[in-house]
């Protein structure tokens, strides 16, 4: 089944520390890979997308994921965060032929301690 | 970017009333919009596909007859829970897909509505 799968469920960071939030999905062909944030109170918005291409790819706010397709992976980073990243971050991932049906992982809730 | 908009963003209502939840494309035409469901603290769970003109595709164990989905034209798709209980209440999102920007067939961008918060008492 088609799937996407966040390793980290809550993470909590001293501002300025490193971000990685891993990601990982199932096989099932050609993919598009995204990275939704939720702010607190606040809609969805996309950080970053993977269509084809550089396997890094660059986002807003700093933010930055790698697709190794090797390991079914789109993992987010940010090399230091600040408190106002604290936020819910979702992976998402469309496959050929689904139509565009975006699939999220569970997401990851992270808290920055200021 | 794109803007999305959802109405109403909050709604209480009593057990076994209908309601009915919009989703609207401000600025640019859908013809795909897709519903989401997110409990607390868990992800978005896709409902259905809406698409304009014909009828909604609906994910496994949705139930096609509590939740009605109309998209009746370009920018607006409507999601109504009928004869909702409580165990209805929930977040509900709605995303559009934008065709009309550069990207490939199938992986245009979705944009987001900011939510629905429905409470059933």
């Known amino acids: 089944a088609q799937s996407v799968s966040q390793h980290n469920h809550h993470v909590i960071l001293s501002e300025a520390a490193s971000l990685e939030l891993g990601c990982n999905y199932s096989y099932g062909g050609t993919v598009n890979l995204f990275w939704y944030v939720q702010y607190p109170g606040q809609h969805l918005q996309l950080l970053l997308k993977y269509f084809s291409g550089d396997p890094l790819v660059k986002g807003i706010k700093g933010f930055e994921a790698e697709f190794i397709k090797s390991k079914f992976s789109f993992n987010l980073r940010k090399p230091s965060v600040q408190w106002s990243d604290t936020a819910e971050y979702f992976c998402a991932v469309t496959y050929s032929g689904n139509t565009g049906k975006l699939i999220f992982g569970q997401g990851t809730t992270l808290q920055v301690k200021p | 970017g794109a803007v999305v908009s959802q109405h109403p963003s909050r709604v209480i209502c009593k057990s076994g009333t209908s309601v009915k939840i919009e989703c609207r494309s401000l600025?640019?035409?859908?013809?795909?919009m897709f519903w989401y469901r997110q409990f607390p603290k868990q992800s978005l769970m896709l409902m259905a596909t809406s698409n304009e003109g014909s009828k909604a595709t609906y994910e496994q164990g949705v139930e096609k007859d509590k939740f009605l989905i109309n998209h009746a034209s370009l920018t607006l798709s409507t999601l109504t829970v009928t004869s909702a209980h409580p165990e209805d209440s929930s977040f509900y999102i709605c995303s559009a897909r934008a065709l009309d920007r550069p990207y490939p067939t199938g992986t245009g961008e979705l944009f987001f509505g900011e939510g629905s918060r429905l409470t059933v008492l």
């Open positions: 600025d640019f035409q859908a013809t795909t």
